[in-house]
């Protein structure tokens, strides 16, 4: 399974944006995908999960309100909507899977650390910026 991500950019605070994350195949489709980034100096972080049943998606604190996560079997893809978008919000966005998990482990799709996640997309960058 390959995830590819897409739709980063340059946008003013207050803006908006929507990130892709496009899975090779329908695989995915039975998997939780998480939306991570990653800002200069820090650690990667985990930012929304959507697991693979509708109604059940999660956000970290510092995003709740103004990401909006979603996916659409038929694309093999899940979105991260960006609104209200903040100079803090500047990071590389990532998604990721593990296949052992169909339903997330709170913001993230899996329990694990990080490093035991076997399916990553190549990120994208968003800089939030006047």
């Known amino acids: 399974l390959q995830l590819v991500e897409s739709g980063g950019g340059l946008v003013e605070p207050g803006g908006s944006l929507r990130l892709s994350c496009a899975a090779s195949?329908?695989?995915?489709?039975?998997?939780?995908i998480g939306w991570f980034r990653q800002a200069p100096g820090k650690e990667r972080e985990g930012v929304s999960c959507?697991?693979?049943?509708?109604?059940?998606?999660y956000y970290a604190d510092s995003v709740k309100g103004r990401f909006t996560i979603s996916r659409d079997n038929a694309k093999n893809t899940v979105y991260l909507q960006m609104n209200s978008v903040k100079p803090e919000d500047t990071a590389i966005y990532y998604c990721?899977?593990?296949?052992?998990?169909?339903?997330?482990?709170?913001?993230?799709?899996?329990?694990?650390?990080?490093?035991?996640?076997?399916?990553w997309g190549q990120g994208t960058q968003v800089t939030v910026s006047a």
């Open positions: 195949d329908g695989t995915a489709n039975y998997y939780a």
């Open positions: 959507i697991s693979s049943q509708p109604g059940s998606e």
């Open positions: 990721a899977s593990h296949p052992k998990y169909y339903y997330c482990s709170g913001v993230t799709p899996a329990p694990q650390s990080l490093s035991e996640y076997p399916y």
